[in-house]
């Protein structure tokens, strides 16, 4: 069930309007419920996986909190990790590590007999062992107690509106709300409300409309000139954006309509003056989960300089292959390994800090910083390896190529216009950003947003670029 | 209590807010969706109101073989024999009387349209048109074409994916799984080979169409698999497809529309020789099928289905595409069922001028050249035709001569005879 369809548009009101009419002892019943039927609705055996899951890392959770050694404790850490990695290797990385395998070997003439799995990857897998992991971890660690009401354990792993893209909520934060008895109130409807649909509107009109015309550059990017090139790369970096903060917005808007709050994903990334800040700002819930759960067990940063870079590499590597199974997300994720590397050593070098407040200077970094990771994004959005080196090559070389490829006005002044309300909300929700307005440009936007995207949303079958995880 | 009223108020003003954004999308943007995304609307709207019988078709009205040089369809050929009638046609590759139902929906009450021709390709039929990745597109046209929804709405579902909208490589799945699972019942018990998968990959296998020298014809082999793929299948009253025609016939009868269903010529002659009994049989079973369910109301079901043989068709792979004289004979058998609706507008038409015309348009352009350059541009059609050319071969082996002279002597042999 994606978020741009009827089916959700219709299933939303429903869960909403039930779950408060239901008595507030039973909502976490009829939650897990509507959060099952979510998932189901893509492909219902699937649902086992996360049933197996959630009996593994609850049973493992409590067996932890009651060993009396952190030898017993590390048994069950290890069972959980096995179990959630387990599940996330055979469906995710299986194929792509056998792929590798016969690469290397093909190297040295040696046959291997590649097994084969043919199975569909399940949505969201990726997030939701993450978060059960995140609570596994945080119990051996002693920082949460296990949770003894199997029903909250499970609603926690399947709440519907972060299940299949995040955000990674963390027991503590978000477990304890299913407890607490929530009460119908305007401004988590409102609030939510708003929030849904300025994430449509984000998603249907600025990502979906985009898509059209990045499609067809990482298509056949060698009949296409360099401008163009330079045109469909630069897109995307608004496309996947769009897409992304769009989804988690819809999240956070479904969420708050029952009440529940949760993080947020996504401050104006592509404001970021370097590589650090900007995974402070994009896909906040992950970036944290690698510091607490990888960055800092390696050491963190109290190690000496040159393992610190080794640490930061290993991270962004690892959240590369987090993000799927192929050696363009790794390199993606190397790469900005390499840029975080590289600016923090010439910002040292040039004497540069942190807290420059040179507006020119500042501006440059911001610009520098976006040219960066739109590099980066092109091992992420291609195929394969050869098709991202075509099109890094392609930019600078199709110069005497000529084509027909042109953005329609329509979508550039879309464009412009997103780019200016992500300044304007600097730091800010766009909720809590709207609320202060007075209520003519408050309901003129909501028209706007609302004529948007239902008459000029794009068509085609965009499923969020992240359910792909 | 508040909280409530202040979302009812809300509603309300979303509610008229909608009414009046539907308003400004019909007379602003609505007509560049429709051609952008349902351009069957645009033609249906150009045409409705200066035509007298309505054609609907795939590509086999207009689909013209390289041999022909011209490119009068069928219903052109059709309005020969009515010109005081307006015959107008609907067509574009892959339509099926699916989106024949939405196109004649759409069809205003006031248009003087009185008659509606339906052909019925039969390879619409299979699993492989039904799960075409064409019909993500037809289902977005027929989502637009919806008569009863505000247009503001139907956009909106659109951009919601609210239609059938699957991907290449779902929709391949969706014809693999039918051609895996859909077993073909009524063939003879004896038979080996149950589902298409299985008869397809026996005749991958089998070695049987080969080359003069004892090689294996790849291309044959892939036009018999490709035979097999396109016709071996059976329906049955659930059959998308035999829906779709129920709903045009009850759409005719509310509309008071003269209906002709007529059945496209297929070529059974060539699925005959290369595959077997079996193929035709279930054509015509379909065919059948077809015949008796409609029989008992009250329009023409025109049977084409072997009304043409291998010459008037041109195929890589198994189609509905004819040639010039093979419109004309359809047209002609249309022109006599359309007498029925019309009779008074019916004149007769002496298609040999077509006919003479087309090949003297042939020989007009090569008047110029000599026998032998004629000769040369012929060989190539000649093997393009895996069956002629196989045929060819055999004759070149019993005459005992060279492919290369019998081609020549075929190609010849073909421009004296014309």
Same mark, same amino acid.
């Given at each position: 069930?994606?978020?741009?369809?009827?089916?959700?548009?219709?299933?939303?009101?429903?869960?909403?309007?039930?779950?408060?009419?239901?008595?507030?002892?039973?909502?976490?019943?009829?939650?897990?419920?509507?959060?099952?039927?979510?998932?189901?609705?893509?492909?219902?055996?699937?649902?086992?996986?996360?049933?197996?899951?959630?009996?593994?890392?609850?049973?493992?959770?409590?067996?932890?909190?009651?060993?009396?050694?952190?030898?017993?404790?590390?048994?069950?850490?290890?069972?959980?990790?096995?179990?959630?990695?387990?599940?996330?290797?055979?469906?995710?990385?299986?194929?792509?590590?056998?792929?590798?395998?016969?690469?290397?070997?093909?190297?040295?003439?040696?046959?291997?007999?590649?097994?084969?799995?043919?199975?569909?990857?399940?949505?969201?897998?990726?997030?939701?062992?993450?978060?059960?992991?995140?609570?596994?971890?945080?119990?051996?660690?002693?920082?949460?107690?296990?949770?003894?009401?199997?029903?909250?354990?499970?609603?926690?792993?399947?709440?519907?509106?972060?299940?299949?893209?995040?955000?990674?909520?963390?027991?503590?934060?978000?477990?304890?709300? @299913?407890? $607490?008895?929530?009460?119908?109130?305007?401004?988590?409807? &409102? *609030?939510? +409300?708003?929030? =849904?649909?300025?994430? !449509?509107?984000?998603?249907?009109?600025?990502?979906?409309?985009?898509?059209?015309?990045?499609?067809?550059?990482?298509?056949?990017?060698?009949?296409?000139?360099?401008?163009?090139?330079?045109?469909?790369?630069?897109?995307?970096?608004?496309?996947?954006?769009?897409?992304?903060?769009?989804?988690?917005?819809?999240?956070?808007?479904?969420?708050?309509?029952?009440?529940?709050?949760?993080?947020?994903?996504?401050?104006?990334?592509?404001?970021?003056?370097?590589?650090?800040?900007?995974?402070?700002?994009?896909?906040?819930?992950?970036?944290?989960?690698?510091?607490?759960?990888?960055?800092?067990?390696?050491?963190?940063?109290?190690?000496?300089?040159?393992?610190?870079?080794?640490?930061? @590499?290993? $991270?962004?590597?690892?959240?590369?292959?987090?993000?799927? &199974? *192929?050696? +363009?997300?790794? =390199?993606?994720?190397? !790469?900005?390994?390499?840029?975080?590397?590289?600016?923090?050593?010439?910002?040292?070098?040039?004497?540069?800090?942190?807290?420059?407040?040179?507006?020119?200077?500042?501006?440059?970094?911001?610009?520098?910083?976006?040219?960066?990771?739109?590099?980066?994004?092109?091992?992420?959005?291609?195929?394969?390896?050869?098709?991202?080196?075509?099109?890094?090559?392609?930019?600078?070389?199709?110069?005497?190529?000529?084509?027909?490829?042109?953005?329609?006005?329509?979508?550039?002044?879309?464009?412009?216009?997103?780019?200016?309300?992500?300044?304007?909300?600097?730091?800010?929700?766009?909720?809590?950003?709207?609320?202060?307005?007075?209520?003519?440009?408050?309901?003129?936007?909501?028209?706007?947003?609302?004529?948007?995207?239902?008459?000029?949303?794009?068509?085609? *079958?965009?499923?969020?670029?992240?359910?792909?995880? | 209590?508040?909280?409530?009223?202040?979302?009812?108020?809300?509603?309300?003003?979303?509610?008229?807010?909608?009414?009046?954004?539907?308003?400004?999308?019909?007379?602003?943007?609505?007509?560049?969706?429709?051609?952008?995304?349902?351009?069957?609307?645009?033609?249906?709207?150009?045409?409705?109101?200066?035509?007298?019988?309505?054609?609907?078709?795939?590509?086999?009205?207009?689909?013209?073989?390289?041999?022909?040089?011209?490119?009068?369809?069928?219903?052109?050929?059709?309005?020969?024999?009515?010109?005081?009638?307006?015959?107008?046609?609907?067509?574009?590759?892959?339509?099926?009387?699916?989106?024949?139902?939405?196109?004649?929906?759409?069809?205003?009450?006031?248009?003087?349209?009185?008659?509606?021709?339906?052909?019925?390709?039969?390879?619409?039929?299979?699993?492989?048109?039904?799960?075409?990745?064409?019909?993500?597109?037809?289902?977005?046209?027929?989502?637009?074409?919806?008569?009863?929804?505000?247009?503001?709405?139907?956009?909106?579902?659109?951009?919601?994916?609210?239609?059938?909208?699957?991907?290449?490589?779902?929709?391949?799945?969706?014809?693999?799984?039918?051609?895996?699972?859909?077993?073909?019942?009524?063939?003879?018990?004896?038979?080996?080979?149950?589902?298409?998968?299985?008869?397809?990959?026996?005749?991958?296998?089998?070695?049987?169409?080969?080359?003069?020298?004892?090689?294996?014809?790849?291309?044959?082999?892939?036009?018999?698999?490709?035979?097999?793929?396109?016709?071996?299948?059976?329906?049955?009253?659930?059959?998308?497809?035999?829906?779709?025609?129920?709903?045009?016939?009850?759409?005719?009868?509310?509309?008071?529309?003269?209906?002709?269903?007529?059945?496209?010529?297929?070529?059974?002659?060539?699925?005959?020789?290369?595959?077997?009994?079996?193929?035709?049989?279930?054509?015509?079973?379909?065919?059948?099928?077809?015949?008796?369910?409609?029989?008992?109301?009250?329009?023409?079901?025109?049977?084409?289905?072997?009304?043409?043989?291998?010459?008037?068709?041109?195929?890589?792979?198994?189609?509905?595409?004819?040639?010039?004289?093979?419109?004309?004979?359809?047209?002609?058998?249309?022109?006599?069922?359309?007498?029925?609706?019309?009779?008074?507008?019916?004149?007769?038409?002496?298609?040999?001028?077509?006919?003479?015309?087309?090949?003297?348009?042939?020989?007009?352009?090569?008047?110029?050249?000599?026998?032998?350059?004629?000769?040369?541009?012929?060989?190539?059609?000649?093997?393009?035709?895996?069956?002629?050319?196989?045929?060819?071969?055999?004759?070149?082996?019993?005459?005992?001569?060279?492919?290369?002279?019998?081609?020549?002597?075929?190609?010849?042999?073909?421009?004296?005879?014309?």
């Amino acid at each position: 069930m994606l978020f741009n369809s009827v089916h959700f548009l219709l299933f939303l009101p429903i869960v909403v309007i039930l779950y408060y009419l239901i008595n507030p002892k039973y909502r976490w019943v009829f939650l897990l419920i509507a959060s099952y039927y979510f998932y189901m609705s893509w492909k219902a055996e699937y649902a086992l996986i996360i049933i197996g899951s959630t009996i593994i890392d609850y049973w493992a959770g409590l067996r932890m909190d009651r060993a009396i050694s952190q030898k017993r404790k590390r048994k069950y850490l290890f069972l959980s990790l096995a179990s959630n990695l387990g599940v996330l290797f055979f469906f995710k990385y299986f194929n792509f590590f056998n792929d590798s395998i016969q690469t290397i070997l093909d190297q040295f003439s040696i046959f291997y007999n590649k097994p084969e799995l043919n199975v569909l990857l399940p949505v969201g897998i990726s997030f939701y062992t993450f978060q059960t992991l995140s609570y596994s971890i945080e119990v051996y660690s002693g920082k949460q107690k296990a949770e003894k009401h199997f029903g909250i354990f499970a609603l926690y792993v399947s709440f519907f509106p972060q299940l299949v893209a995040g955000p990674i909520e963390r027991f503590a934060r978000l477990g304890r709300q @299913f407890k $607490v008895k929530q009460h119908l109130k305007w401004n988590n409807i &409102a *609030n939510g +409300t708003r929030l =849904i649909i300025y994430g !449509l509107f984000i998603k249907m009109v600025i990502a979906d409309n985009i898509a059209l015309y990045v499609d067809q550059i990482y298509l056949k990017p060698e009949t296409f000139s360099s401008w163009s090139i330079f045109q469909g790369v630069f897109l995307y970096s608004f496309q996947i954006y769009a897409d992304f903060y769009g989804y988690s917005i819809i999240a956070i808007g479904s969420a708050r309509l029952l009440g529940i709050d949760l993080m947020d994903n996504f401050r104006t990334p592509y404001l970021s003056k370097n590589i650090g800040e900007f995974w402070k700002r994009w896909h906040i819930s992950l970036s944290t989960w690698f510091r607490d759960y990888l960055f800092i067990p390696l050491g963190g940063s109290r190690v000496k300089v040159s393992r610190l870079y080794l640490n930061i @590499f290993i $991270v962004f590597t690892v959240s590369g292959l987090w993000h799927g &199974a *192929n050696w +363009t997300f790794v =390199i993606w994720g190397a !790469l900005h390994g390499l840029f975080y590397m590289i600016q923090n050593i010439s910002a040292k070098l040039l004497g540069i800090t942190q807290n420059e407040t040179w507006p020119v200077l500042n501006f440059l970094k911001i610009i520098f910083n976006f040219v960066l990771v739109t590099i980066a994004w092109i091992f992420f959005r291609s195929e394969s390896l050869d098709k991202a080196l075509l099109i890094l090559k392609s930019l600078f070389t199709n110069f005497n190529i000529s084509d027909t490829f042109h953005i329609p006005f329509t979508i550039l002044f879309l464009l412009i216009g997103f780019i200016i309300s992500d300044i304007l909300l600097y730091n800010k929700r766009f909720d809590s950003w709207i609320s202060l307005k007075n209520i003519y440009i408050r309901w003129g936007i909501y028209f706007i947003l609302i004529y948007s995207i239902i008459a000029l949303a794009g068509v085609n *079958n965009n499923p969020f670029i992240y359910f792909q995880f | 209590m508040e909280i409530l009223k202040k979302i009812i108020i809300r509603i309300l003003a979303l509610s008229l807010f909608l009414c009046i954004a539907n308003f400004l999308y019909t007379n602003t943007q609505w007509k560049e969706d429709t051609l952008q995304h349902a351009d069957l609307l645009d033609s249906i709207a150009v045409k409705q109101n200066n035509t007298d019988v309505l054609y609907l078709s795939s590509s086999s009205n207009y689909f013209r073989p390289p041999t022909d040089t011209t490119t009068t369809t069928i219903s052109q050929y059709l309005n020969l024999n009515y010109p005081s009638l307006r015959i107008n046609s609907i067509h574009k590759g892959y339509m099926h009387s699916g989106i024949f139902y939405s196109i004649l929906e759409n069809i205003p009450v006031a248009s003087p349209i009185r008659t509606i021709i339906v052909s019925v390709n039969l390879r619409s039929f299979g699993a492989f048109w039904v799960y075409s990745d064409v019909e993500s597109n037809y289902s977005a046209q027929q989502l637009l074409m919806q008569p009863n929804y505000p247009p503001l709405l139907k956009r909106f579902l659109l951009s919601l994916n609210y239609f059938d909208n699957k991907s290449k490589k779902e929709r391949e799945s969706q014809f693999l799984t039918s051609w895996s699972t859909d077993t073909l019942k009524s063939l003879r018990s004896d038979f080996p080979y149950k589902t298409v998968i299985d008869w397809d990959h026996a005749i991958a296998k089998s070695n049987k169409y080969k080359n003069y020298d004892g090689s294996i014809n790849y291309k044959a082999t892939a036009f018999a698999c490709n035979i097999v793929k396109a016709f071996a299948f059976e329906i049955n009253d659930n059959h998308p497809r035999v829906k779709d025609l129920d709903k045009i016939v009850e759409l005719s009868k509310k509309r008071d529309w003269n209906l002709i269903f007529h059945i496209l010529p297929e070529d059974i002659e060539k699925a005959d020789k290369m595959i077997g009994p079996e193929i035709p049989f279930l054509l015509n079973q379909t065919k059948n099928f077809l015949i008796q369910r409609y029989s008992g109301e009250n329009f023409d079901f025109i049977n084409n289905l072997v009304l043409l043989d291998a010459s008037h068709f041109y195929e890589k792979y198994p189609t509905e595409h004819y040639n010039a004289s093979g419109k004309i004979k359809i047209a002609k058998k249309l022109a006599e069922s359309l007498k029925k609706y019309h009779s008074s507008a019916f004149k007769v038409y002496d298609f040999h001028e077509e006919l003479s015309t087309e090949f003297k348009q042939d020989n007009d352009s090569l008047k110029n050249i000599s026998l032998n350059e004629q000769i040369s541009k012929l060989i190539p059609v000649i093997k393009n035709d895996s069956v002629w050319y196989n045929n060819v071969i055999k004759k070149a082996n019993q005459n005992n001569i060279s492919i290369e002279k019998q081609l020549y002597q075929e190609a010849q042999w073909l421009i004296e005879k014309k």
